[in-house]
């Protein structure tokens, strides 16, 4: 008896060891044969996202000093990944932070303040995930893959046109947890693009201790599923990319995993050393490819901005952090019996003795 195979997508080609490139380290276009630089005002958001970001980035690193945050993870040198990619999404869709990723997450709209929400150790996400369609930042690593796919499963289920961004860096590739989400994301077919920021450092493991891989988008072939690598520091290439990837999965020609190749220039958090296990050369090396300084060279010189416009942007950065600043300054004491709140909708009675105990204590107190 003949058995067919009813797998009836083509298998995708091999991942290209060379990534993805539009613009170069001098602000010049990068010719390539299958993605073209987005237009003149998305590049000019692309920038303005990216200079909000890195002011974001430098003010919760300083209040982490402070000691108003428990800790930052900083993405500084990131920025370029995660604006965009967040920007090639369309308004419907979801995206699935990481811990790293509190800049992507502003840039998607999610109101700063909340963000760091994680960072003070204060009640659960900080936010509402559907108001911003975006789930609550995980900080156990890959953990936001399996949700991202079970929520695009669930709204092709009931004719939701929704798509997912999930963004996971190169140790996350490494979890059991990613790679039962590559699977399920293959197997049904689900709209999700796994965005890597591969920043070349798990903490102080280096990526080749993680894996034997050409690239991480190779991991890609395996599942049977698409591969991009990209420039993960050229902000025009990862939004072209990650536009082109998420258009696919909707088509229903499945999900891609894009490897944006890139550098954590701030210690891991601020209680990190990096010292110890980095050579101070390579950090030097990778911050001359700043993704600010590359994308403002081409907005330069194509004329798409000027001295003018640039300030208002840094105007606006800084209207960003005053806020941060002023509202964490300003914020009233918690209630610590917000703790019981949202979290059952029938409140078991080991929660409610709990709840009843607290209560006690504080009107002591």
């Known amino acids: ?112 303040v909340k963000t760091l929400t994680l960072f003070r150790g204060d009640w659960h996400s900080g936010y509402n995930p559907h108001h911003y369609r975006c789930a609550p930042q995980c900080t156990p690593l890959a953990t936001n893959a399996s949700h991202a796919v079970g929520l695009t499963y669930a709204a092709r289920r009931k004719g939701r046109d929704v798509a997912a961004l999930v963004l996971m860096g190169d140790g996350a590739t490494s979890e059991g947890d990613a790679h039962e989400a590559y699977n399920f994301a293959a197997v049904w077919n689900t709209p999700v693009v796994f965005l890597i920021q591969n920043n070349h450092w798990a903490i102080s493991v280096p990526v080749h201790r993680q894996s034997a891989a050409p690239t991480l988008a190779h991991k890609a072939v395996g599942y049977g599923i698409r591969g991009y690598n990209v420039d993960g520091n050229d902000a025009a290439a990862v939004h072209a990319v990650v536009a082109h990837a998420l258009a696919e999965a909707r088509a229903g020609h499945g999900p891609a995993i894009v490897e944006a190749l890139t550098y954590r220039v701030d210690p891991h958090t601020n209680s990190d050393a990096p010292q110890r296990y980095r050579d101070p050369a390579e950090v030097a090396y990778w911050s001359e490819r700043d993704p600010l300084t590359r994308l403002e060279a081409l907005l330069r010189n194509e004329q798409i901005v000027d001295d003018g416009l640039l300030e208002i942007y840094e105007r606006d950065a800084e209207r960003v952090a005053g806020r941060v600043r002023e509202r964490m300054a300003g914020q009233d004491r918690l209630d610590p019996a917000s703790l019981f709140t949202d979290v059952y909708a029938t409140v078991p009675p080991s929660l409610e003795r709990q709840r009843r105990e607290l209560a006690e204590e504080l009107r002591e107190v």
């Open 1 to 112: 008896m003949k058995h067919t195979d009813e797998r009836s997508r083509p298998v995708p080609p091999l991942p290209s060891q060379e990534p993805v490139r539009l613009v170069d380290r001098h602000g010049r276009r990068h010719e390539h044969s299958s993605f073209t630089a987005p237009d003149h005002a998305v590049l000019a958001e692309l920038h303005r996202a990216m200079v909000i970001g890195r002011r974001f980035n430098q003010q919760a690193s300083t209040l982490a000093r402070q000691g108003r945050l428990a800790v930052y993870p900083s993405s500084k040198g990131q920025e370029a990944a995660q604006v965009g990619g967040v920007l090639a999404l369309s308004e419907q869709d979801w995206l699935f932070p990481s811990y790293r990723d509190s800049v992507a997450m502003v840039t998607h709209g999610v109101d700063p």
